[in-house]
């Protein structure tokens, strides 16, 4: 535990001091010693008050978070492990904690000699974002509340408060399209597959797989970490253009894209992020590859760009499949033309109802109120 003890009067404490000062002032001018005495009495509160909370408060305090990652509106646990280390009893002390702008305060029970206690309490998350949870304060009153002692522990934790999810269809179809003499097609190549990683070895592993030059490199046994290309592949453009989408529709859009990519990552799809401002996250599919997709949607936010599809997309990297655009009932929607060679099936959700009557050429228009909304459509879509 870190930080400085500082004992101080609170508001009412200050106010009892004045009082009692102006009392003993008045009643030694006007010779009313009833006076004085009342204002004397006032003073010895506030001192007595100080003397009582002064008592350094000799308490070893750890707090913990868990999980790390919530969604947001679900709840997180802290625990907080009090410990006295002294041979002498220790009185009960106030933990108050901070976490999204909102305190928390834990009243912590008179500690017997070489003891400890555990406490536990909600951290409510009503923002998307990275949360910092902390500094703990421990504080002692007086029982009038005139005087306090305050010890700041100066340690925080990082909450990560990802998009709220809905529960979405993973889509079969969207295999990675490859190109033959320039033209696309979805014929699947035999026998190819893709570099996803280059990873240590471990038993099991097959010996053709070895990377030797990362071998060498490294001075330990490298092995390729190889993923089928005929395994369907799952993008997200979300249109992330200032003005595009209120700070509202923004938060509901980010909650659609979690909640289709990380269905599509946990069910072992390719699952790709792309933004409009140029981001792009490319992921083999499993539970690390939702983590990194919902860890970068944690803390997006809107950027700047000229129009709703990137030139990364105009890449070869990791392209075809399903594609999933998803932006405002005001967007410019031709630009989209030029990626159904590229795309099959594309989906285009238009958050709010100015979308509704909006057509895009080549793909399936999809409007929505809100994510929720959205992620029903979805499933029905699919079935």
């Not at 421990?138 to 029982?143: F, G, T």
């Not at 509340?145 to 700041?152: M, Q």
Request: aromatic share 6%; proline share 6%; hydrophobic share 40%.
């Amino acid at each position: 535990m870190s930080g400085q003890a500082g004992v101080r009067p609170t508001r009412r404490g200050i106010a009892v001091l004045v009082l009692g000062l102006l009392l003993v002032a008045f009643g030694q001018w006007a010779g009313y010693p009833l006076l004085r005495a009342l204002g004397g009495i006032l003073l010895a509160a506030v001192v007595a008050a100080v003397a009582v909370t002064a008592r350094r408060v000799r308490v070893v305090v750890t707090r913990s978070v868990y999980p790390d990652r919530v969604g947001r509106g679900d709840s997180a646990l802290a625990r907080l492990k009090v410990r006295n280390p002294t041979a002498a009893s220790q009185p009960g002390v106030l933990a108050t904690d901070r976490a999204g702008g909102e305190a928390r305060t834990v009243r912590i029970r008179p500690l017997p000699p070489s003891t400890g206690a555990t406490y536990h309490y909600e951290l409510t998350t009503r923002v998307r974002g990275l949360m910092t949870v902390g500094p703990l304060l421990l504080h002692r009153a007086d029982p009038f509340g005139l005087a306090r002692n305050r010890l700041p522990t100066g340690e925080t934790a990082t909450l990560w408060v990802y998009p709220k999810q809905f529960p979405a269809r993973v889509p079969t179809a969207g295999y990675a399209r490859h190109h033959h003499e320039g033209a696309a097609t979805d014929e699947l190549l035999r026998g190819s597959m893709d570099l996803r990683d280059v990873r240590e070895y471990v038993p099991g592993d097959e010996i053709r797989h070895l990377h030797w030059k990362a071998s060498a490199r490294t001075g330990r046994l490298m092995v390729r970490d190889l993923a089928d290309p005929r395994q369907p592949r799952f993008t997200v453009l979300l249109d992330t253009r200032p003005g595009s989408l209120t700070p509202q529709g923004f938060e509901e859009a980010v909650d659609l894209a979690a909640s289709l990519l990380g269905a599509s990552a946990l069910a072992g799809r390719h699952s790709r992020l792309v933004t409009s401002s140029g981001l792009d996250v490319p992921t083999p599919g499993g539970p690390q590859a939702a983590r990194r997709l919902l860890d970068e949607l944690c803390v997006l936010g809107q950027g700047k760009a000229d129009a709703v599809v990137p030139a990364v997309l105009g890449t070869s990297r990791g392209f075809g499949g399903c594609l999933t655009v998803i932006t405002s009932g005001g967007a410019e929607m031709s630009s989209l033309a030029w990626l159904r060679s590229r795309y099959s099936p594309i989906f285009v959700f238009v958050l709010g109802a100015a979308g509704a009557a909006q057509t895009v050429t080549g793909a399936r228009l999809l409007g929505a109120d809100n994510a929720e909304h959205a992620v029903r459509r979805w499933n029905e879509v699919l079935g």
